[in-house]
């Protein structure tokens, strides 16, 4: 149990010191906002990861909470005079809320229809998005205003670093609290076997709920953010590829790993900007490369990692 | 005084009646055993039982309470509890988690405490955990507590199933052949566990094939062939019962073993 306590923390104080010694290495402020594009991807990846790792359900849909969110901090401050904050807290609750009322029907499917399922909402959301041009400028996107704190503007790529690397930490912080909770534990059962979790007294259509809600609000904050930082947005945030992406990066840092998701984001993020240098090659190579690390990391970066190590530290 | 009763049980799948008429009782404290050939229904009927599937026709009485139709979560708040016949492990969760995860509505269960792991959170989680490992102790894995579930053996993941079920403090515990796939030493450690439960005031239903434990151990047997009761009584009585016999061995068989 200690272990486990402290196991935790060492995770948390790792990730602030990455956080905070990453810029003493920046040459540029160009590498503070791939950076800051990697902590918040990474803060969406670790909520979708609470769905699909601990819990076992697949979302394909989930750039549409993203969208929510994104497009919540854009709307409410241009068409409600909404304070740029509450924009985030109503778009979260609306992404919540939304999950809540759509998992209720979809959860009850499993595999391949339940991720045809989300699917099918993640395309809604961008449809509604792309169409409704009157409130969201449509296919355009639109400008976002800039936050506001207590009569402070935010602005600059390196606030935004602090930030994003702030939420990231709290995000970590409270997924690792989870996976060994009560909640956490459920999850994790139903993950592995319904039948025997129903058994055990859980009720796995509501902690399915609770995760599908807590993975919709974790993307829609992320949403909110990356459309703060860029100062404007655009559909594609919700749109189905960047749903699958969001997939890739738990998948490929590792199912059920907090770090993983990080890991993933990193690289998924960062990948792209190295190789730029091979010009037209570049998303042949990610391609690739994506590929080649399913075939010998199936279960993701972090754990394939973490065994190896441990093996090693056997012998 | 009966804790579980069911009456009249029947279900048909797709026009086969896989259960017609079946009773049982059980009272606390007592071990009943359901036996019968292969495909007799005894797991469809512990299905029913536990409220993995609806019945076409029946009740099932949990103290006194209607409890037919009842989901697996609800059985399991009103005190029954379960193991299975193929394994229903949590494989990627250690055997302790397994076994804490039983103790699941023993524990106070709310998202946000959880999220902020507030102080509550944790000294509840050594409390499930201390329990977990007592029980783990119980069936002889404290050694393999922290070991993922997935890489334990047969006979060990059948324990933990028994663990986990027990962590639940139920009063009903339904025991699908425990000690299938056991040596003779592991079923003899199956038969005292199963004592220990029962002297705690537990009611026991039991599906074993081990006929020596089965003999051994209950106090009431029902025996079961294609879906319907076709015995039940003392474990002597059924053992010389001609229709069981006939059941098991077919007419040959069953005259031959009259003769032997």
Known sequence: MLQKIGHRYLVLIALAVIVAALPLIFPSSYYFRVASLVWVSAFAAIGLNILMGSAGQVSLGHAGFFGIGAYAVAIGPAHFGLPTWAALVIGCAISSVLAYLVGRPILKLKGHYLAIATLGLGVLVALVITTESRWTGGPDGMPVAKLTLLGWRVSGSDTWYWISGGLLLLGTWIALNLNDTPTGRAFRALHDSEVAARVAGIDVARFKLQAFVIAAAYASIAGSTLAMMNGFINPDQAGFLHSVEMVTMVVLGGLGSVVGSIVGAAVLITLPQLLTVFQEYEHLLLGFIIIVSMIFMRDGIVPTLSRLLARRAQT | ?260
């Open chain 2, 1 to 260: 005084m009966t804790i579980l009763a069911a009456s009249d049980i029947g279900i048909s799948f797709g026009g086969i009646k896989a259960i017609d008429g079946v009773s049982f009782n059980v009272r606390p404290g007592r071990i009943l055993s359901i036996i019968g050939p292969n495909g007799a229904g005894k797991t469809t009927l512990f299905n029913i039982v536990s409220g993995v599937y609806e019945c076409d026709q029946g009740r099932v009485e949990l103290s006194g309470e209607n409890v037919t139709g009842l989901t697996p979560d609800k059985l399991a708040a009103r005190g029954l509890s379960r193991t299975f016949q193929n394994l229903q492990i949590f494989q990627r969760m250690t055997a302790a988690e397994n076994v804490m995860v039983g103790r699941h509505l023993r524990e106070r269960c709310n998202l946000l405490a959880d999220m902020f792991r507030l102080p509550s959170v944790t000294r509840q989680n050594s409390e499930t955990r201390g329990a977990a490992l007592a029980l783990l102790d119980d069936v002889g894995l404290r050694g393999s507590a922290d070991v993922v579930a997935g890489s334990l053996s047969y006979g060990a993941c059948k324990r933990l199933e028994i663990a986990r079920a027990l962590a639940a403090e139920p009063r009903v515990l339904l025991l699908d052949e425990p000690a299938a796939g056991c040596n003779a030493v592991e079923t003899e450690e199956i038969d005292e566990l199963i004592r220990r439960v029962a002297a705690k005031g537990i009611a026991v239903v039991l599906v074993e094939h081990d006929m020596k434990l089965v003999m051994k151990i209950s106090d009431h047997i029902l025996v079961l062939n294609r879906g319907k009761p076709i015995a039940e009584g003392l474990p002597r009585e059924v053992r010389d019962n001609p229709a069981v016999l006939e059941a098991y061995l077919g007419k040959h068989g069953a005259r031959e073993a009259a003769r032997a």
